[in-house]
C-alpha cells in the first residue's frame, strides 16, 4: 500500500555502526513497502539515490574536535569516557537544505559527535514539521549520556554527570535544561528500539507529554536467510569438525561488551562439561580479535571486520551459536542478523535482549551477569536434539518481528500519527 507522505531519515553516519545500519536499514523497508524516503547524513559511503549528505566542510572536523575538547576539559583533562558523553555544541543546519524542506516527517536517527547540535536540533522542532525520535541509547531523554548505568537523575533532573571527573561546568544540568526547552510545546515523537529503552524514556522529565513508543529495528530476511553451512565454513575456512560460537563486536575490549564474562563462561565449560571442549571453538569478529585468542581456553577463529551484508550473513550461517554477553545493548543488530539467518543466540537478561530471545524457544537467556549460567546456556543450545528446533524457532522470530514489512508497517502507522498530530 502506497504512503502519500515524504520521510527524511537524519543520521551521523550511513553505513557505520549499529544506529547507521539500523537507520539505513530503515530507508529500504520504507522504499520497499510505498512510503518515500530519504537519508540524509555527515559520513557518507556510497553513491546510493536514496541517500544525500551535507556539503564537505573543515567545519565538520573542526565541530567534532570542539565538542571533545570541551568535554575534555570537563572531565579533569582526562580521554577516559569522553565519548560516552555528548553535548552537542557545534553542528550544522539543515533545515536549509532541499531534502529538509521537501520532507513532511523528520525522524531523527543517531545525530551526535559533531553532526547536528542542540541549536541545530531547535531549528528542526521549530520548523513546524512532526518530528520522530528513534532511541538507539539514551542520550535524547538525558543530559549528555548514551547510557547511564545506575544513575536515574534523568528521572528529575540531570546534573553532576558522574561521568565526568572534572569541577568545570555543569554540562549535563546545561544539556537537560536546553534539551527541555527544545521538546516544550513541539511534535515529537519518542520511539524506543525496545520495549525496554522506552520504558525508561517515559520515566525521564524530558519528555513528560510526548507519545513514547516502540519499534524494532527492520533487517531483509532476504539477505539474512539460512545457507548451506559446510559452503560458509569453506569460506572462512573454518573447521567443519567442531561446534562453533560467534562473539562480534566493533570494540572487543569495550567493558559494555563483556567480553570476561565470556571468557569466564568459557573456562566453565572447559572444566565442568568435559564432552564439550574438545569439540567446541569460538569465532572471534570484529577490531581487536587477535589479540584476544591467548584470553581464551577454547580453539579461537579470528575474522576481521566484514562490511558487506552477503559475507555478514554466510559468517552466521558457519556458527551454530551467537552469543552476546553484552552488559548493555537497546536491541542489538547483530541478535536479529544471526536470528534471520536461522542461527540461535545467547545474552544476559539485559536491556532488550530478553525480548528478542525467547528463554529456551530459539535461544538462552542468562542470569545478568552471570557467567556460569552464560555457560549452561551455551551447552544447554548446542545438545544435538535441540539445536535444529532452536534454528528454526529463531528464524520464525525473525520473519515475525524484524522483517521488512513488518516494521515499515509499524512506522507507517507512528508517522501517521505524528501527521495527524500536527
Known sequence: MSIDMRVLIVNTAERTGGAAIAANRLLHALNHNGVEAQMLVRDRKTDAADVSSI????????????????????????????????????????????????????????????????????????????????????????????????CDKYRTRCEKCPMLKGPGIDLARRVFDRKQAIYNGRNVTFVGCSRWIADLARQSHLTLGHNVTNAPNAIDTDVFTPMDKLAARTRFNLPTDKKLLLFGAQRITDERKGFSYLVEACEHIFKHHPTLPGNLGVVVLGGDADSVKSALPLPVYPVNYLSNETEIAQLYNAVDLFVTPSLQDNLPNTIVEAMACGTPCVGFNVGGIPEMINHKQDGYVADYCDSIDFAQGISWCLQEARLPALCEAARATALATYSEPAVAARYQAIYQSALSNH
Not at 575538547?69 to 577516559?80: A, F, Q, T
Not at 532541499?98 to 521549530?126: M, Y
Open 55 to 150: 556539503p564537505r566542510s573543515w567545519r565538520l572536523k573542526a565541530n567534532f574536535l570542539w565538542e571533545r575538547g570541551v568535554i575534555w576539559l570537563n572531565n579533569g583533562l582526562s580521554k577516559r569516557g569522553i565519548f560516552q558523553v555528548d553535548i552537542a555544541n557545534a553542528g550544522t543546519d539543515i533545515t536549509t537544505m532541499r531534502e529538509f524542506r521537501q520532507a513532511d516527517v523528520i525522524h531523527l536517527h543517531w545525530v551526535n559527535q559533531g553532526f547536528l547540535s542542540l541549536k541545530q536540533l531547535e531549528r528542526i522542532f521549530a520548523s513546524g514539521k512532526p518530528v520522530v525520535i528513534t532511541m538507539h541509547d539514551q542520550w535524547y531523554f538525558t543530559g549528555i549520556c548514551h547510557y547511564s548505568g545506575m
